[in-house]
């Protein structure tokens, strides 16, 4: 199954609770923050949205959701948790690892300081009467959470093939309807475009 990434929060970096592994805590998603995905539509994470996949998936801790694991929740090095605010992760990494020795400098300094995280989609709402249309994550699998160096909404061809299933599944009336959103935001954007080009 093909799978989404988006963009959390601010990663932290810390000495370990025992003074010598590396704690690395944050948040890999934030629930019910609006997010634009590339003009095609905006997404919300709802609360409660890994709960099932907090105690079922076996989530890897990854740099750019690439690479060997430096923690995972299979082997307990890495603890997944869900609350008001959103995804949270907490791991202490092994000091002697190479990966983490070459990964944490880049970290304190900043150069690697935004959480990512890879899912998807187990159950899902949209909302075609707004435009752009808003995607709601009801329920998601999970499969990896990343530190990373430029936070992308990688995934965008599967939402919009998302959306694409959905209208697909609209009565007649309500399809012509979300058809009729599209080609105005279309129409709209040829005359700014015609606007800009004459200026």
């Known amino acids: 199954m093909k799978h989404e990434t988006r963009m959390g929060q601010a990663v ?22 609006e997010t634009d995905i590339c003009g095609f539509f905006r997404e919300r994470i709802l609360p409660g949205a890994f709960s099932d996949a907090i105690g079922k998936d076996d989530v890897v801790f990854l740099v750019n959701h690439h ?6 929740t299979r082997s307990g090095t890495l603890k997944l948790s869900e609350d008001d605010h959103g995804l949270k992760i907490e791991t202490e990494l092994d000091p002697n690892d190479p990966d983490v020795q070459a990964l944490i400098p880049k970290m304190q300094r900043g150069d690697l300081d935004k959480m990512s995280f890879a899912f998807s989609a187990v159950k899902e709402t949209w909302d075609e009467t707004v435009d752009p249309p808003m995607r709601d994550v009801v329920k998601a699998a999970l499969y990896d959470v990343s530190v990373v160096t430029n936070p992308a909404y990688e995934g965008t061809e599967i939402g919009l093939r998302s959306l694409q299933t959905h209208r697909e ?16 935001r279309m129409q709209l954007g040829l005359v700014q475009m015609e606007q800009a080009n004459s200026k």
């Open 169 to 184: 599944n609209l009565s007649p009336q309500r399809k012509s309807s979300a058809v009729s959103v599209s080609k105005r």
């Open 67 to 72: 690479g060997l694991p430096l923690a995972r």
């Open 12 to 33: 932290e970096v810390r000495e370990g609770d025992d003074g010598e592994g590396i704690r690395v805590t944050g948040y890999a998603a934030v629930f019910n923050q």
